[in-house]
């Protein structure tokens, strides 16, 4: 059974700083990794998908990288913004899949202004 | 991308009675996929719904207290059935849009508050 942890739970930075995000997976046998953002109060918004031959995605000042054989995965975020307080969320579907997600534990970011 | 909608936004309800989940999406999409967020964790999948079959559900959840309808392309239902405390959740459908391994979108979400 798959199970994605993401560390840490909780994260605060000063504002223009840049921080990593990390994500871990048990089963490598991945169909893709996806990382969200959850604004409290609202649903995710996807940020960067990653597909299993790829290694890397950058959008804009995010990027996200992807080591299947070690079941990891990192979203980098460079010169943080307040508006970047978020919670952020990795997800991996299954090979041969049925599309379903199995998300991690999620990382609270809180950029201090 | 695809736009999706739920109904109602948020809800408080009694233990013991039902209450129904809306998800409108402004696509035709072929898999639509509810789940829920417990306070405090992460996102579980309930169920998967295609059109014109069953859902599939996961490990945990039964069609008796999560029914689900899927009468077209662009419409899915959730009902959550003699509700209990425990039932006290986030409900978020997505859709996986643009073809299979490709990204998912999220509806903003039902909160559901069972006294």
């Known amino acids: 059974k798959q199970e994605v942890t993401q560390i840490p739970a909780a994260l605060s930075v000063p504002e223009g700083e840049n921080l990593v995000l990390n994500c871990s997976f048990t089963d490598s046998a991945i169909y893709n990794l996806q990382w969200f953002r959850q604004d409290p109060g609202k649903g995710l918004t996807s940020l960067l998908l990653?597909?299993?031959?790829?290694r890397e995605q950058t959008s804009g000042r995010l990027n996200a990288s992807l080591d299947k054989s070690s079941g990891r995965s990192t979203l980098y975020i460079a010169a943080s913004q307040p508006g970047d307080s978020a919670t952020y969320l990795c997800?991996?579907?299954?090979?041969?899949?049925?599309?379903?997600?199995?998300f991690g534990t999620g990382t609270r970011l809180t950029i201090i202004p | 991308s695809a736009v999706i909608s739920q109904k109602p936004s948020r809800d408080i309800c009694q233990r013991g009675t039902s209450l129904t989940i809306q998800c409108q999406v402004d696509?035709?999409?072929?898999?639509m996929f509810w789940y829920r967020q417990q306070p405090g964790q992460s996102l579980t999948l309930i169920a998967t719904a295609n059109q014109g079959s069953e859902a599939t559900y996961e490990s945990g959840f039964v069609i008796d207290k999560f029914p689900i309808s899927r009468p077209n392309l662009t419409f899915s239902t959730l009902t959550v059935s003699n509700m209990s405390p425990e039932d006290s959740s986030i409900y978020l459908c997505?859709?996986?849009?643009?073809?299979?391994?490709?990204?998912?979108?999220f509806g903003p979400g039902t909160r559901l508050l069972v006294l």
């Open positions: 696509s035709q999409v072929t898999m």
């Open positions: 997505s859709v996986e849009f643009g073809g299979v391994g490709e990204t998912q979108y």
């Open positions: 997800a991996v579907s299954s090979k041969f899949g049925n599309e379903k997600l199995t």
């Open positions: 990653i597909q299993s031959s790829q």
